[in-house]
C-alpha cells in the first residue's frame, strides 16, 4: 500500500532515475491512452444518439405543423421566457440541444382551466395579471365555478351578479371573523370559527354570550363560546369556537341597540317562511315575518307573521324593554313600526300587535329611504338621494346632538328633523349622543357629544351640526360606541389599518389607553379584506369579507370645492334631484292649506321648517318669528308697532 501511494505521488512529480518511478511513468501513460480511447468511442456514440433523437424531434414536430397548420415562429414559445400571446422570442430559432418547447395555446382551454383551478384564489388573481392570454383564462367563469366548488362543496347553485361563480368564490375565500379582547395578557388578534356551510359572511352581531352571522344566502348561525382544552392540556374559555345553524330564509336581525351587550337578551330575525294558503286554495304563500330568539340558547320564544303584500329589508329596534319598538322598512322605501313588551315575551300566550306607518313616511311620504340606523333614543334615515332624517326622543340626547332644546317636542318625539349636509351621504354610524356620516367625496362629518373627544376633531368641544373631520377620507368603515369611535381605512398599498379617538379607558382603543381627541392608529392588525368591525365592553369585533359587486364607490371632489368650506346646499337632494325638492314644497303647502284654522297653519309651518335642511341658526330664527306671528295673532303680548305711529 505504502508503494502504491508513492507511484501515485511520482506520476504528478518530475520524473526521476529511480526503476520504481519509471515503472510507475509507464504504467501511467499506458492508462492515460486507454482512458482517451474509450471517451472517444463515447462521443461517437452521443453524437449519434443525439442526430437520433434530433431527427425523432424533428419528425414530430413537422407532424405537429401539418395537424395544427403553424409555421415554425408560431409552433412553441417558452413560457417562462415570453406570454404565450405576446409572440416569439426575438430571434425566433431556438439554440440546439435545447428541444421544442411546447406553447400553453396548444393546450385546450378546458384542460388550462382545469388546471388553474387547483391554484390558490391569490395565485389565480396574480396569475390573471400577467398578460392578456391569462387574465381571459382566469377570468373565465369555468374556473371560478371548479374554485368555488373546492372552497364551499355543498354550494350547488350559483348566484345573482354579473359574475356569480367569481363573485361566489372570492366571498367564500375571504369570509373570516376576527376578535381581540381588550383586557388579559394576550393581546392579539384571534380568529373564530368558520361555518362550513356558510356562504360569505354579510353581517354579524355579538350578544352577550354568543356571536350571531348572516350569510349571502340568508342563512343565521349561531356562533358558541365554549370550553375547550389547548394545546397544553389546560381548558380554556374560548370565544365562537362552535357553530350551528339558528334558522334559513332571514333577511336581517337586530338586538338591544345600546353599545353594551349585557343587555341584548333577545335577537329579533326578519325572515320569509311559507303559510299554508287559505280554505279552498292550493299551495303556500311567502309571508315575512318577525321571529324573537333567546340568545343564550337559541331558543324561538315569538313569532309575528305579516300579510303577504308586505315586503321587509331592513329591522332596527329602539327603546327600553317595556316600550321595544320595532322599525320596519319595506321594498319602496317605507317605515312601519310596531311596539312589544320583552319583559313578556317568554310568557306562552299569543296576542295582536298593531303595525303603524312611522310618521317620517306619513308626514313625508315623497321621501324614499334607502336605510335607517337606530339606538336606544334615536333612529336616523338615509334616503335613496343621500338625505338624513333625524328621529329624537329624549331631551338630554337632544341636547347632545343639536346642543339646544328650541325644537324638541316631548308630546311628538316622531318628529323627523333634516340634517344640512353638503353633499349625497352614503352611510353612517349612530352612537349613544354622536354620530357619524360619509358622504359620496368620502369624507367624514361628525356631530353630537365631544367630552371625551371622541368625534375627533383634536379638541373637546361639541358640535351641533356636521363639522368634517379634514385628516380622513374614503373610509371603509365607520363605528360610533359610548364614548369613542373607530375608522377603518385603507392605504395607496392596499393595506388596511384601523384608527380610533376618544375614551381609551378599558383597553377599548388599543395602544392609546389614556384616549385622544383625534382618530390614531391602533395597535391591531387589521386582515387585508376586512369590511366592517363592532366594538363592545370586551372585545373589538372585525369582519373579512370582499364582494366585487358591491363596495363603496366614492366621487373626486370636484376643483371648486376643494379649497375652503362648501355652502349648504338647499337640500340633501337638490342637486341631484331639484324636481323633488319642487314636489316636496308642493307637498308642504297642501298640508298647509289643509289645516282648518291659523293656530294649526303656525303649528304645521313650525314642523316644516324642522323637516327643512337649514342651519340651526336659521330654523332657530323661523320659530322665534313664527312664535311672534303666533302670538300676535292670539292677541297675546304687545303686537308690531302701528307703522303710523
Given amino acids: 500500500m505504502g508503494e502504491g501511494s508513492r507511484r501515485q505521488r511520482g506520476l504528478r512529480g518530475p520524473p526521476s532515475p529511480g526503476g520504481g518511478h519509471g515503472v510507475g511513468k509507464a504504467a501511467g501513460t499506458g492508462a492515460r491512452e486507454l482512458t482517451t480511447g474509450g471517451l472517444g468511442a463515447r462521443r461517437d456514440e452521443g453524437k449519434s444518439r443525439e442526430g437520433a433523437v434530433r431527427m425523432v424531434r424533428r419528425s414530430r414536430r413537422r407532424k405537429l405543423q401539418k395537424v395544427t397548420g403553424l409555421c415554425g415562429r408560431e409552433e412553441g414559445l417558452r413560457v417562462k421566457r415570453s406570454c404565450p400571446s405576446c409572440g416569439p422570442e426575438p430571434g425566433g430559432e431556438e439554440k440546439k440541444g435545447r428541444g421544442n418547447p411546447i406553447s400553453v395555446q396548444l393546450l385546450p382551454p378546458e384542460l388550462v382551466e382545469h388546471i388553474i383551478s387547483f391554484l390558490p384564489v391569490r395565485d389565480v388573481v396574480a396569475l390573471g395579471q400577467t398578460c392578456h392570454y391569462f387574465h381571459e383564462v382566469c377570468d373565465a367563469e369555468g374556473v371560478w365555478r371548479r374554485i368555488c366548488r373546492r372552497l364551499s362543496p355543498r354550494l350547488r347553485e350559483q348566484g345573482s351578479g354579473v359574475r356569480p361563480w367569481k363573485r361566489a368564490a372570492i366571498l367564500n375565500y375571504t369570509k373570516g371573523l376576527y376578535f381581540q379582547a381588550f383586557g388579559g395578557r394576550r393581546r392579539c388578534l384571534s380568529k373564530s370559527v368558520a361555518p362550513l356551510l356558510a356562504h360569505g359572511y354579510r353581517r354579524f352581531l355579538p350578544t352577550k354570550d354568543h356571536v350571531f352571522i348572516l350569510d349571502y344566502a340568508g342563512t343565521l348561525f349561531f356562533l358558541k363560546n365554549?370550553?375547550?382544552?389547548?394545546?397544553?392540556?389546560?381548558?380554556?374559555?374560548?370565544r365562537a369556537c362552535r357553530y350551528v345553524v339558528l334558522c334559513r330564509g332571514a333577511k336581517d336581525f337586530a338586538s338591544d341597540p345600546r353599545c353594551d351587550t349585557v343587555y341584548r337578551k333577545y335577537l329579533y330575525v326578519l325572515a320569509t317562511r311559507e303559510q299554508p294558503g287559505m280554505v279552498g286554495t292550493t299551495g303556500s304563500r311567502a309571508c315575512d315575518c318577525v321571529e324573537v330568539y333567546l340568545q343564550s340558547s337559541g331558543q324561538r320564544v315569538f313569532k309575528m307573521t305579516f300579510h303577504h303584500s308586505m315586503s321587509f329589508k331592513q329591522i332596527v329596534l329602539v327603546g327600553q324593554e317595556t316600550q321595544r319598538a320595532l322599525l320596519l322598512l319595506t321594498e319602496e322605501g317605507k317605515i312601519y313600526s310596531l311596539v312589544v313588551n320583552e319583559t313578556q315575551l317568554d310568557q306562552p300566550r299569543s296576542y295582536t300587535v298593531q303595525l303603524a306607518l312611522r310618521k317620517v313616511s306619513r308626514c313625508l311620504p315623497h321621501l324614499r329611504v334607502a336605510c335607517m340606523a337606530s339606538n336606544q333614543s334615536s333612529t336616523l334615515y338615509i334616503t335613496d338621494q343621500g338625505g338624513v332624517y333625524f328621529e329624537v326622543h329624549t331631551p338630554g340626547v337632544y341636547r347632545d346632538l343639536f346642543g339646544t332644546l328650541q325644537a324638541f317636542d316631548p308630546l311628538d318625539q316622531q318628529m323627523p328633523l333634516a340634517l344640512s349636509l353638503p353633499a349625497k351621504i352614503l352611510f353612517c354610524a349612530l352612537g349613544y349622543n354622536h354620530l357619524g356620516l360619509v358622504d359620496e367625496f368620502g369624507r367624514i362629518f361628525m356631530q353630537g357629544?365631544?367630552?371625551?373627544?371622541?368625534l375627533g376633531t383634536g379638541d373637546?368641544?361639541?358640535?351641533?351640526?356636521?363639522t368634517q373631520v379634514h385628516y380622513l377620507q374614503r373610509p371603509i368603515a365607520l363605528w360610533c360606541g359610548l364614548n369613542h369611535s373607530l375608522v377603518l381605512s385603507q392605504g395607496s398599498d392596499f393595506s388596511k389599518e384601523l384608527l380610533g379617538c376618544g375614551c381609551g379607558a378599558g383597553g377599548r382603543l388599543p395602544g392609546w389607553p389614556k384616549g385622544s381627541a383625534s382618530f390614531v392608529k391602533l395597535h391591531v392588525k387589521v386582515p387585508l379584506c376586512a369590511c366592517s368591525l363592532c366594538s363592545t365592553r370586551e372585545c373589538l369585533y372585525m369582519l373579512s369579507s370582499h364582494d366585487i359587486e358591491h363596495h363603496p364607490t366614492y366621487r373626486d371632489l370636484p376643483a371648486s370645492r376643494v379649497v375652503g368650506t362648501p355652502e349648504p346646499s338647499l337640500g340633501p337632494g337638490a342637486s341631484q334631484d331639484p324636481g323633488?325638492?319642487?314636489?316636496?314644497?308642493?307637498?308642504?303647502?297642501?298640508?298647509?292649506?289643509?289645516c282648518p284654522t291659523l293656530q294649526d297653519r303656525m303649528e304645521k309651518m313650525k314642523e316644516i321648517v324642522g323637516w327643512m335642511p337649514l342651519m340651526a341658526a336659521q330654523k332657530d330664527f323661523f320659530w322665534e318669528a313664527l312664535d311672534m306671528l303666533q302670538r300676535a295673532a292670539a292677541g297675546v303680548g304687545p303686537g308690531p308697532p302701528n307703522p303710523e305711529s
Wanted: contains cysteine; aromatic residues 8%; proline residues 2%.
Fill in 449 to 454: 357629544n365631544n367630552r371625551y373627544g371622541q
Fill in 226 to 238: 365554549a370550553l375547550v382544552s389547548s394545546t397544553l392540556g389546560q381548558i380554556q374559555w374560548k
Fill in 460 to 466: 373637546k368641544m361639541d358640535r351641533g351640526e356636521p
Fill in 580 to 594: 323633488g325638492t319642487a314636489r316636496a314644497c308642493e307637498e308642504y303647502l297642501s298640508q298647509i292649506h289643509s
